[in-house]
């Protein structure tokens, strides 16, 4: 497993954007899938986006595309989620997560999760 810590969260306001970060321990994120994963208060934790290790493919849940981009800089291990015109419905707890396989999982390793709010 890969050890991940998430980054940026915060509050917004409707329109507003942010960019979280996903710091990948040393040496180890190079040949894993990437993933963002959200859980609003009372729902189940939900796709969000994924790139691949080579970063040349990438996914978005549709509720996010054209507001969201991932990317990672494999030099810094570590993944970003840019996202733009933020809406009060994307408030959640934001997890960035790890495979060994695909950009469809399976997540085997977790970050501990970092809140964005958007006021509306």
């Known amino acids: 497993q890969v050890q991940l810590v998430e980054s940026g969260g915060g509050l917004v306001q409707a329109g507003g954007s942010l960019r979280l970060s996903c710091a990948a321990s040393?040496?180890?994120?190079?040949?894993?899938?990437m993933g963002w994963f959200r859980q609003a208060p009372g729902k189940g934790r939900e796709f969000v986006s994924a790139?691949?290790?080579?970063?040349?493919?990438?996914n978005y849940a549709d509720s996010v595309k054209g507001r969201f981009t991932i990317s990672r800089d494999s030099a810094k291990n570590t993944v970003y989620l840019q996202m733009n015109s933020l809406l009060p419905e994307d408030t959640a707890v934001y997890y960035c997560?790890?495979?060994?396989?695909?950009?469809?999982?399976?997540?085997?390793?977790w970050g501990q999760g970092t809140q964005v709010t958007v006021s509306s």
């Open positions: 040393a040496h180890t994120s190079r040949r894993y899938a």
């Open positions: 997560a790890a495979s060994e396989i695909s950009v469809r999982g399976p997540w085997t390793s």
């Open positions: 790139i691949s290790w080579t970063g040349y493919t990438t």
